[in-house]
């Protein structure tokens, strides 16, 4: 097992992260390594926010204090979509590219201790792994998602995002 008490598991939607981030703390635990996994949309760690003005100060805190937690667990924590989309996500969809290094840097110092492994689905086709997901996941994109990242954010208003388009151009850009 490698020596690490966090794993991060990021993609596009639809990528595959939900299903290997569990079976990954599966096999932890079948091996007699325990694990915790916590799913992109589990509000018990880091919390999804809305995209407010003080996002970074929030966000800042909560790896903190997951972090002090996660060096006294004997746990490896598996996390789904938690850091790209949850984190580094809020800066793109605001336009605050500039800001992100400092906030990245910041994270780097935050989680070293727990010696994070990082895995990316990367997506070759944006467009196609959006619309596969899109028949399981409709109401919910339809209701929130397509409507907070194209006309929710400074990315999507500049850009004139709209609908299922408007968040496909968000993520060949985001990718």
């Known amino acids: 097992m490698i020596d690490t008490k966090l794993i991060l598991i990021e993609g596009l939607p639809g990528s595959g992260k939900t299903w290997t981030s569990q079976y990954l703390a599966y096999q932890c635990e079948k091996n007699g390594n325990p694990a915790r996994w916590y799913h992109e949309q589990d509000k018990q760690v880091l919390d999804i926010l809305d995209l407010q003005s003080d996002f970074p100060e929030i966000k800042i805190a909560q790896w903190k204090a997951f972090v002090s937690e996660a060096k006294e667990s004997e746990s490896v924590n598996i996390l789904d979509s938690r850091y790209l989309m949850n984190s580094v996500g809020f800066f793109f969809a605001m336009d605050e590219m500039a800001k ?44 929130w998602a397509f409507k907070k990242i194209t006309d929710g954010t400074a990315f999507g208003k500049r850009n004139k995002l709209k609908g299922f388009d408007g968040f496909v151009t968000f993520f060949k850009d985001f990718k």
């Open 100 to 143: 992100l290094a400092e906030f990245e840097s910041m994270w780097e110092d935050i989680v070293k201790p727990l010696n994070p492994v990082f895995i990316y689905f990367y997506q070759s086709d944006v467009e196609k792994a959006l619309r596969q997901t899109l028949d399981l996941r409709r109401e919910y994109w339809e209701e």
